[in-house]
């Protein structure tokens, strides 16, 4: 057996409106699906159908997207096996993980399509004592089409956190799914298609190309999430057309144990946080810091329970294949670079990589500039230092170029320390909750990359704010006239002073 990546079918050309390429089962490598790569031409008509679609989807209401959202949201939620059984057979995460994945989707869309129009529609705010003459409102307004690059790690949940968000605004959206996962991409499209029947959410698919012309096609937002590598050069595609991005790019979580920690369930989480979806998830733990009293129970702790965990393709297996072949490599690299540097594997080791599954693995004593502590591993590995007090591991955790997000275990503790992790989002005693709680923003700092999906600022972040002021009245003090008295001019300085001149 071979490892699968997707791979465009024989004598195939990027830009040739015939070329496809197959996505592959990464288990078994079967072909689950062949796909058109789509060119520069494709992908600007879907643009421009979009926009037309977009006309009639800004001018609904508020109530009429939600009907709409809650209808696809309830189709797939009653198509939720026939989706996991796609997610499982082309992504290769296990069933029960796709569930869970396709279910916290379906509560972003039911949240975006809920609260769009309280957070985005039109409220007042106050004009100030200078301007009490008028009324002034401001409302969020969609921005037309919204490009949606999507990875395959979680190939439902991740580019939902943007379309969702997007469409709930009342934006068109065209999405280019990973080339790793189109099947699941053209799954949603279609769903959401047999709902509204007009081309609202559109697919294309291919490769990096196809991206890039996306960035290049005239749409007024690109919602990416990958590398943090590709995530620059779409940004500097789409700086050519001035069009605004959000970046979700990686990360090197950390996980921080205090001394008073529940210790059984830091480690719980800190397993199921490095080795969960075999380790490819942005919020994923990379790395762990434990306060030395504690240090010893912990790794025990951890150790026990990683033993009896293995990635295989059985269906009861509980971690699933690395899904990009060229990721195994990387893998590979981190563990034999943190072992030649001094670091010890406690859990699996250098045999841990096989030719598509890698086992759990468990390294302590890594140096703190080795690649496995400051470069995102994407595999089912996390580092283990022990620390003196949380002062150390707090400048540890902030101590690579990431920032997206981090996990703290402290019974008193647990708020204090977590305000002063650099990063978007951060769990106390549990991991990844954050991302489950769709009022809450999503996003990183540094070279996770910027802008927010979810809750309110995710919603925010595909539309463009729209200020109104309607005089009410006559103003007292006429201001915007070349009328403008001496006598206003003095009553104006003297109102400042009453208003601003103290202190
Ligand atoms: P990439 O960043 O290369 O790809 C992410 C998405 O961008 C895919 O849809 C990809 O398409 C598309 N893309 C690739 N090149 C371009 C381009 N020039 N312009 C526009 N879009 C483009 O990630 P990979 O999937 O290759 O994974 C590489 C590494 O990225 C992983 O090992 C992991 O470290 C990190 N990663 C992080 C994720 C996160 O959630 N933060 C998610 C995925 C990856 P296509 O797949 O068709 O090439």
Redesign the pocket.
Known sequence: MTQAP?RPSSGSEPGNEAATFESLNPATGEVVGIFPIHGEAEVRHAVARARKAAEWWSGLTFKDRKVYLNTWKATIARRLPELADLMRREMGKPRSDAVMEATLGIDHIAWAANHAGKVLGRHRVSPGMLMVNQAATVEFRPLGVVGV??????PVF?PLGSIAYALAAGNAVVF???????AIGEWLVRTFSEVVGRPVLQLV???????????RAGVDK?A????????K??MA?CAETLTPVVI????KDPLLVDADADVAAAADAALWGACSNAG????GVERVYVHERVYDEFVAEITRRAEGLSAHAGDDSKIGPI??E??VG?IRRHIDDALARGGRAVVGGAHAVGERFVQPTILVDVPEDSAAVQ????GPTVTIAKVRDMDEAVALANGTAYG?GATVFSKDNGMAIAERIRSGMTAINSVISFAAIPSLPFGGVGD??FGRIHGPEGLKEFTYAKAIARQRFKPALALTTFERTEKADKRLAAIVRTLHGRG
């Open positions: 997707a690059i999507g990875p395959w790690n979680y991740t280019k799914p990973s080339e790793h996962t189109p698919t291919g490769q990096g190309e196809t991206g890039a012309a996306l960035c690109v990416f999430t990958g590398s943090t590598g590709t995530g050069r779409v595609a979700e790019a990686g990360g490819q998830t942005c919020t899904t990009m060229s990721q990387v470069e995102e591993t994407f997206l996770s990359g």
